[in-house]
């Protein structure tokens, strides 16, 4: 809709356009041409004028200035109701936020929050661990948190008597329970962060060893309530197992600054055991010493050499190190290329008496009377199996 011109002001020739094409579907209304139209209106207009005793231009102009107020009113109304629609708008937006954010109000916590956090704490919520402020936190989603407040145990255990866990009847009333938590800054609602940002130098000249899972978090401001968001705990729980703990380390070194009190039976016990294991090491050394004799003296003997205790520096479990109590030397096997032998001479893979390939590397001794009754015998660690061939 084209506004009318202001009184003194030409009109555009789209406007002039909308008049003229707006007074012609007045005139076909009629059943008249726009000039008989236009002739119609103009008399009407002088009739108007010479009622208001006003000349036509007059009449004319005034006319002109009250529809321009009367569209000047009409968009004063319509800015009105704009402004007034975004302002509740905006109300009702703020009123969702704040039903969505909780409060925090440092103090003493809740006692229910308490409850609920501690039997939180004791479910399994698939916990992970996260680097918050350069300590490591548990963090849980709030979908499995919720879940456990509605499930079977929680309403067990708050129907109990006396139980200071709260009722759940509903998903709603479940988000108000665990609101309790942030509100007694028992779990505080944490984002993902890059460990780095913010920081003003460059790229890590060496890559540096990324543990998988592990998150860089932050405590974000608005504590919303949303399955999909995270929380780290704040609360740690009794930490009866660690207070045990430096309980005993304090008692240990207590008992080690007192040794000159001990009772003089205990102190001799406390000698002959650590001379019990003084000796043991000792053993340990000497053992190694020994070993090494040995295995030089025999790769120059029985080549290729005799191990006692093969395993026993090996990555192994304490029992297998013992195991086996002695073993050859490994040595790389090299195939031999022999025109007098026959097929059997190149075998890489032994078989057994019965035909059957063994899983673990044999070492094979053959012997033909083709060799003049020399045998070429191969040594390792694993079971010997030794074959003659018969003429």
């Not at 600054?257 to 019990?276: A, C, D, E, T």
């Not at 395993?311 to 490994?330: A, H, K, Y």
Request: net charge positive.
């Amino acid at each position: 809709m084209n506004a009318p011109p202001a009184p003194g002001q030409q009109p555009t020739p789209q406007q002039i356009a909308a008049m003229q094409q707006q007074m012609a579907l007045e005139a076909q209304k009629r059943g008249m041409t726009p000039q008989q139209f236009q002739q119609l209106q103009r008399q009407q207009l002088e009739a108007d004028a010479k009622k208001a005793g006003m000349t036509l231009e007059q009449y004319i102009n005034q006319v002109k200035q009250q529809a321009f107020q009367n569209h000047q009113r009409q968009q004063q109304l319509a800015q009105q109701q704009a402004a007034t629609a975004q302002q509740q708008g905006g109300q009702v937006q703020g009123q969702q936020q704040q039903s969505q954010q909780v409060p925090i109000n440092p103090g003493a916590p809740d006692p229910k929050a308490l409850a609920v956090a501690k039997w939180l704490r004791g479910q399994d919520l698939k916990s992970r661990t996260c680097v918050l402020n350069g300590q490591r936190k548990d963090m849980i989603k709030v979908k499995r948190a919720l879940r456990a407040l509605q499930s079977a145990a929680y309403q067990k255990a708050s129907a109990k008597k006396n139980s200071p866990l709260p009722p759940v009847t509903s998903e709603a009333s479940a988000s108000e329970v665990f609101k309790l938590l942030p509100l007694s800054l028992l779990a505080l609602r944490v984002t993902k962060v890059d460990p780095h940002e913010g920081h003003n130098h460059g790229p890590p000249t060496k890559p540096q060893k990324r543990i998988k899972g592990l998150w860089t978090v932050r405590i974000e401001q608005q504590q919303d309530i949303r399955p999909e968001l995270h929380y780290v705990w704040l609360y740690e729980g009794p930490q009866l197992k660690q207070k045990l703990y430096a309980a005993g380390a304090l008692a240990a070194i207590m008992a080690i600054v007192m040794f000159p009190l001990w009772p003089i039976k205990l102190r001799i016990g406390v000698w002959y055991l650590s001379m019990g294991m003084l000796g043991l090491i000792a053993l340990f050394f000497a053992m190694a010493i020994f070993r090494l004799i040995l295995f030089c003296v025999t790769v120059f003997a029985v080549p290729p050499g005799l191990w006692l205790y093969p395993n026993l520096f090996e990555d192994v479990g304490f029992f297998d190190s013992f195991r086996p109590v002695w073993g050859w030397q490994e040595e790389k096997k090299k195939k031999k290329k022999s025109k007098k032998s026959g097929s059997g001479a190149d075998d890489s893979k032994p078989q057994t008496s019965d035909g059957n390939t063994p899983s673990a590397p044999l070492s094979v001794t053959k012997t033909s009377g083709a060799s003049n009754g020399s045998a070429a015998r191969l040594r390792d660690l694993a079971p010997r199996i030794e074959e003659v061939q018969e003429d």
